[in-house]
């Protein structure tokens, strides 16, 4: 028989804790929410060590920030929210969004077959399709088929409104489709 | 440079989970399969964590919340000053603001309350908000920390007002109405991104010191 244990204490029992002055909780909040963000912000940088640095900025400037938050059960859309501006950020201090080829993951040989292609170099294909996006369309897409966000919540997060993001995932979609079929 | 077209409606239909991707033919499955399955592959986690970094980053650090200093400027704010600037509203305001004048010229006894210092200023915070039940003020100047001052709608008619000593200087502020709804002060004039993206901004209000203002009989912004 499994014990299941005490539930997890939800978002905003922890922000009211971190508030309160327990500042060791704020790591349930990291821990909860830190693989995505390292995600999120690895795609949107195109690369792991810049996307870590993004998060971790963001969530130091989340803990700052943190009575600042207008909805504590929405957390995660406003980690993702500070987590966006500061990959774009990032992007603006680089002179272009195109990762250099130092960054870039290696190609697989184009000959191949997308079936016989290992998974990383699959993923590496992936991943130079949409680096090769632009930021607004990149980060649509990301928040929405790799997050698995609604258009509601990309909206929170984006600032941006659901027709205009709607437009970005479609068009992010077409670029992907016609970048992945020009790879392999 | 990758030739980009235009892909089958029913295909984002279908990538929208509004469509079951059964129903699509078999070129269009086969373009749904492949961005799918693109998507899943980005989904990989970063082998990765900055969990330690961060912890020993805010090891330090507070958030930026209240102690002591917003008791203290309770205690200030009840006890009301009388060196008032006003803020200036559109028109509908102006008959709130010809009777929060008349209140304000009403002689008072003198007493022993605190005035502002020299470097002090007083705020008066107000806002049409018919039907609510509650309207606070947060802002910079009480670290966002909630409960400290709330206003008051003493006539029952939705105009909810209030005063606070704050030092002189620009302050951002937003109303929190119902204990749940953040607003920015439509009257604002001003406003400031609140520094979150989004294009979110708050309200911007500049304090002058009370004996400037009773120099000149100016306004607060």
Known sequence: MVNDGPPAPTDVEVVARVLGGDGEAFGILIRRYEPGLLRFATRMLGNPDAGADAVAESLVRAYRHLAQCRDPARLRSWLYRITGNRCRSHLA???????????????????????????????ALVERALN???AEKREAFVLKHVEGMSYEEMAAVTGARIPTLKMRVHRAREALLAALEELV | MMAMSPIDPRLQE??????????????????YARLVGAANLLQTLPAVSVAARVMAEIHDLKP?????????RLMRWLARPRAVTLRLRPAWTLALVAGLAAILLIPTQPTNRPSPGAQEGIAQFVGHFPGARS?????????????????RDEHHDGIWHGAAVLPAGPHEYMFIVDGERWVPDPLAGRYVDDGFGAGRENSLLIVRPAQASLDEDATLR
């Open chain 1, 93 to 123: 201090r680089r002179r272009t969004n195109d990762i250099s080829l130092s960054e870039a993951p290696p190609l697989a040989d184009a000959s191949d077959s997308w079936a016989v292609l290992e998974r990383g170099e699959q993923v």
């Open chain 1, 132 to 134: 090769a996006l632009p």
């Open chain 2, 14 to 31: 279908a990538l929208d989970g509004e469509r079951d991707p059964g129903t699509l033919p078999m070129d269009l499955r086969e373009a």
């Open chain 2, 64 to 72: 930026e919340v209240p102690s002591v200093r917003p008791a203290r």
């Open chain 2, 135 to 151: 309207v606070e003020v947060v802002g910079s100047f009480n670290d966002w920390s909630r409960g400290s001052l709330h206003l």
